[in-house]
């Protein structure tokens, strides 16, 4: 059987009779990154610290590295890195002052774990200068380190690209792929933003008002957000003949619904009509479908922005 690094069951959080989370199942596998995107209040914090066990869920049960119980929880915890609301370092420490503090206070024995971890982060010329006048993608990057310290297999970081200027988010992508590939880690990291973290992550996780909306995979995410003409028939085996034998294409793929995606003539759509009519196929419709990465989140939550 399938050992998922992260296997939650009908996760359900309530404040005061309120849900910031209900039934939430999600399943996380190592060298994954995930993006949980959500809107401000969608329930992203909630659901990290719940993993994290800073805050326990009122119904559902979680397992990690497959094992459940709060006892036995608490064990694998150990494995698990995280960043959570701040990214927890002396602001008038160096770089390297702060991963000795940290490292310490966890009780890592392995000193040259700074300087390594320094190194993979891209922090190791920063010599005396302080935390406190890092950029912000500096900051991020050192939050990361102290979190790797005990070489994690599960990192959650919430929010770690929010803020940053393009070129710190591109640090962040980078040093997450890195650790991705190298270490086979799985990282679940959340943003508002369904756009920052494309090409980041490698799976999506869509939540909205405490609830799951969709999870999908990046190829599946490009493929609903092509540009396409989406065509509904009666008679979709002769539709594609016709695709073939008389529009010159094989550039589509027929949906588990039997409707038909087509990549070309997207400015030609009349022509794709009339060959269809001339055919006499009966088509319920022929529309060009696709959207940018924002819309397709607003569709994704039902076209509701407010949180
Ligand atoms: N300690 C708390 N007491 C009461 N309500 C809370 C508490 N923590 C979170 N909530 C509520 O739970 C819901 C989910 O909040 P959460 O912080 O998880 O959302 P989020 O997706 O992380 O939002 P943001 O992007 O703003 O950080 C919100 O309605 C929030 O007001």
């Known amino acids: ?126 010599g005396n200068k302080k935390a406190k006048n890092f950029s912000l993608g500096m900051k991020q990057r050192l939050g990361i380190a102290i979190a790797l310290l005990g070489n994690p297999e599960l990192l959650i970081l919430d929010e770690p690209i929010n803020g940053l200027d393009p070129l710190g988010v591109v640090e962040i992508r980078q040093l997450l792929k890195k650790l991705c590939e190298e270490r086979q880690m799985a990282i679940l990291i959340s943003s508002h933003n369904l756009p920052e973290l494309y090409q980041t992550v490698t799976d999506y996780i869509i939540i909205h008002k405490g609830e799951i909306k969709q999870t999908l995979t990046l190829a599946q995410l490009d493929e609903n957000c092509k540009r396409h003409l989406h065509i509904s028939c009666d008679q979709p085996d002769k539709l594609t003949s016709v695709l073939e034998m008389q529009l010159n294409t094989s550039h589509y793929k027929v949906m588990p619904d039997n409707t038909v995606k087509l990549y070309d003539y997207l400015d030609d759509m009349d022509s794709v009509a009339k060959v269809i009519y001339d055919n006499g196929i009966v088509v319920t419709r022929l529309s060009i479908e696709g959207d940018t990465l924002e819309n397709y989140f607003i569709s994704v939550i039902g076209g509701d922005q407010d949180a």
């Open 1 to 126: 059987m399938k050992q998922y690094v992260v296997k939650t069951s009908n996760l359900t959080k309530t404040y005061r009779g309120s849900y910031a989370l209900r039934n939430v199942s999600i399943k996380l596998e190592s060298g994954k990154i995930y993006g949980l995107i959500g809107q401000n209040g969608a329930g992203k914090t909630t659901l990290m610290r719940i993993l994290a066990g800073l805050s326990f869920p009122t119904e559902g049960s979680i397992e990690l590295f497959g094992h459940r119980g709060e006892r036995a929880l608490q064990e694998e915890r150990k494995r698990l890195g995280c960043i959570i609301e701040n990214p927890g370092f002396v602001p008038h420490m160096t770089a390297r002052e702060n991963l000795k503090l940290h490292r310490i206070m966890r009780g890592v024995p392995n000193k040259e774990m700074e300087g390594e971890l320094l190194e993979l982060v891209g922090l190791a010329d920063t």
